[in-house]
């Protein structure tokens, strides 16, 4: 079996203050640095379908309006290595076309560089799932691909 295209291509991360967001199809991907040596018990995490917060040891780190709403009882959260947060959030629009220009609204967002290779990633990712067994992940894209690029859908195979 392959390997899920995600792993093969790459993601496009866009860097923050405290660490990295990024994108799939389905999820958003928030890595959080914490200090070495934090402890589960130091973590307070608040997932809900457009809001999240993040307070470590009482600090707040991450607050605030999603940019787009998500699956409240599959969004997850762990700690890692006692130096790393990673939440997971799975999208409810799962389109190609719901590329998040930003974590929240109206802040951490990609700059158009970055939101263009997240928009290109995520219309392979979708190009992908149409065609299982093709390898897209050296695919180059260029053209129209904004939006998740062109629906071939309705073509006769």
Partial sequence: MSAPFEERSGVVPCGT???????????????????????????RCNLRSRDISLAVCGQELLQGKLFDSTVTDEGTWTLEDRQLIRIVLMKTNRDAGNCWTSLLENEYAADPWVQDQMQRKLTLERFQRENPGFDFSGAEISGNYSKGGPDFSSLEK
């Fill in 17 to 43: 203050p405290w660490g990295r967001w990024y994108q799939t199809l389905e999820e958003v991907f928030i890595e959080v640095r914490v200090p070495p040596g934090t402890r589960a018990k130091d973590v």
